[in-house]
T-cell receptor, first 110, second 117 residues
Framework: QKEVEQDPGPLSVPEGAIVSLNCTYSNSAFQYFMWYRQYSRKGPELLMYTYSSGNKEDGRFTAQVDKSSKYISLFIRDSQPSDSATYLCAMSFTGNQFYFGTGTSLTVIP | GAVVSQHPSWVICKSGTSVKIECRSLDFQATTMFWYRQFPKQSLMLMATSNEGSKATYEQGVEKDKFLINHASLTLSTLTVTSAHPEDSSFYIC?????????????FGEGSWLTVV
C-alpha cells in the first residue's frame, strides 16, 4: 500500500466551478501537509501548507486536513482556466522526508 | 518570485559528456536539498537527499557515480550527470528545506530539462 494515494484524474470542470481535490494516507504519524501546483514543464509551486488538522484558507484556495479519516482536501473556488495544472499533495512526519501523491491533472474549461 | 532557482532550464548535450545542474536557495539557508527526476505525466521520483557539508543519501536504484551531488554551501547544491546517455534525458527538479517561514516544507526549483543526443 502506498503511503499517499491520489486520484490522477484527469479532472475537467467549467470555469467558475468549485474544484475538490483529495488525498488519502495510511500513516497517522504524518503531521505536515502540503499542496503543490505544477504547470506543464515547470517545477511544483507550494500552494498551501498545513500543520496537523484543520482548515486553512488563502484566497480562492482552502486546504482541509482530517486526521481522523486520514484525508486531506484542496478546494478551489471560482476556478479559472489559469488553474489548469497538476496538483500534488505531499506530507511529512518531521519535515525530513516528504511523501507525494501521484498528482491530479485539472483542466478548467473557459 | 521563486525562492529556489535552478539553472539551466534547458540543456542539450552529446552522449558521453557530463552536465551540471545548479540549485540555489535565494532568500534562505537550505540545510537540506532534494533532487528529483520526473518523466512525462508521472510523479516525482526522489533521487537523493543532500545535507550541507555531508555526502548525499541516494535512493535505491540511483547510481551515485553517475549522478554526482554536491551541497557545499547552505545556498547551493549541484547535480552532475556524468557520461550522459539518451536514457538520462528527463526533467530534473531540486527542492530545498530550510530556515524560512514554514520550516517543515520544501520549495521547488523551476526544473531543468535535459536532452541527451
Amino acid at each position: 500500500q502506498k503511503e499517499v494515494e491520489q486520484d490522477p484524474g484527469p479532472l475537467s470542470v467549467p470555469e467558475g466551478a468549485i474544484v475538490s481535490l483529495n488525498c488519502t494516507y495510511s500513516n497517522s504519524a504524518f503531521q505536515y501537509f502540503m499542496w503543490y501546483r505544477q504547470y506543464s514543464r515547470k517545477g511544483p509551486e507550494l500552494l498551501m501548507y498545513t500543520y496537523s488538522s484543520g482548515n486553512k484558507e488563502d484566497g480562492r484556495f482552502t486546504a482541509q486536513v482530517d486526521k481522523s479519516s486520514k484525508y486531506i482536501s484542496l478546494f478551489i473556488r471560482d476556478s479559472q482556466p489559469s488553474d489548469s495544472a497538476t496538483y500534488l499533495c505531499a506530507m511529512s512526519f518531521t519535515g525530513n522526508q516528504f511523501y507525494f501523491g501521484t498528482g491530479t491533472s485539472l483542466t478548467v474549461i473557459p | 518570485g521563486a525562492v529556489v532557482s535552478q539553472h539551466p532550464s534547458w540543456v542539450i548535450c552529446k552522449s558521453g559528456t557530463s552536465v551540471k545542474i545548479e540549485c540555489r536557495s535565494l532568500d534562505f539557508q537550505a540545510t537540506t536539498m532534494f533532487w528529483y527526476r520526473q518523466f512525462p505525466k508521472q510523479s516525482l521520483m526522489l533521487m537523493a537527499t543532500s545535507n550541507e557539508g555531508s555526502k548525499a543519501t541516494y535512493e535505491q536504484g540511483v547510481e551515485k557515480d553517475k549522478f554526482l551531488i554536491n551541497h557545499a554551501s547552505l545556498t547551493l547544491s549541484t547535480l552532475t550527470v556524468t557520461s550522459a546517455h539518451p536514457e538520462d534525458s528527463s526533467f530534473y527538479i531540486c527542492s530545498a528545506r530550510g530556515q524560512r517561514r514554514e520550516e517543515n516544507t520544501i520549495y521547488f526549483g523551476e526544473g531543468s530539462w535535459l536532452t541527451v543526443v
